[in-house]
């Protein structure tokens, strides 16, 4: 059980390297480079979606004796939804954008920067507190190898995230080592989503199936919302769509083979 935990920590472990990596960069993060790290970002998480997630959620509910496609369908929906309210109420700052979302506050540009990257945290978090808790489920057909195969796609993710974030702190005028921070603390949402998820695997083991969709729904979110548009905005927007590309087959790679 200690090493569950201890691989819950994998994808935050991508965050603190990616973010990091302010302490090697002298200026802005290259376009072309941060283009390519959107699109990567965003094809590791289509892939997790469909394979880590949507598929064992569409087996799980076929044990049960359900429907498959009704609560893949139902769970999706709602992961939707959720981070469509979050982001509604939340207040927050895209990195490129200088018009803060969510409800009027009073909080600081940098405050509300790091928001941005903490809310697109949380369904990371849920997806993997989900997978582990459905290890824990007797004939859930989730395997250790599967969890850890997704814990890793999310670390290889969070690299370039954690990257994304830092790196427009510096350039904000924030100290490298305070960048370093914001940027590590945005993913810390991951660990502890996880383990409350892990928790609760008791009661929420008959809705399991229910929670696997809603995870993926809510990656989806953040993938049509943010990272796609950034991959796609301006010039060598082909860029954005080989990083999706490679990572998209990459998660592919670790899903079925460790799987």
């Known amino acids: 059980m200690d090493k569950i935990y201890l691989i819950l920590l994998i994808p935050f472990l991508g965050t603190v390297l990616g973010s990091a990596t302010v302490f090697f960069m002298k200026n ?18 289509i892939a997790a979606s469909i394979w880590s997630l949507l598929i064992p959620s569409t087996d799980m509910a076929k044990e049960q004796g359900l429907i498959e496609w009704v609560p893949a369908s139902i769970g999706f929906l709602c992961g939707i939804a959720f981070l469509l309210v979050l982001d509604s109420i939340i207040p927050h700052l895209h990195v490129k954008s200088n018009k803060p979302e969510g409800i009027k506050s009073k909080l600081k540009k940098l405050t509300m920067m790091v928001f941005a990257v ?10 993997v507190g989900v997978t582990f808790a459905g290890v824990l489920v007797e004939n859930s057909g989730i395997t250790l190898a599967g969890t850890i195969a997704l814990a890793i796609g999310i670390a290889i993710q969070n690299f370039p995230e954690g990257a994304i974030i830092s790196m427009p702190l510096k350039s904000e005028g924030i100290s490298k080592p305070k960048a370093f921070l914001y940027g590590t ?20 083991e008959p809705i399991l199936p229910y929670l696997l969709s809603f995870a993926a729904g809510a990656m989806i979110y953040v993938v049509v919302e943010e990272l796609i548009p950034d991959a796609q905005s301006g010039e060598h927007s082909n860029l954005g769509v080989i990083g999706v590309s490679i990572g998209f087959v990459i998660m592919m790679i670790l899903d079925i083979a460790l799987g």
């Open 118 to 127: 903490t809310l697109h945290n949380i369904p990371e978090g849920m997806a």
């Open 185 to 204: 603390l945005s993913g810390i949402v991951e660990p502890i989503g996880a383990i409350l998820t892990i928790f609760l695997t008791g009661a929420i």
């Open 28 to 45: 802005k993060m290259n376009s072309k480079l941060e283009k390519f790290l959107s699109g990567f970002a965003s094809g590791v998480m």
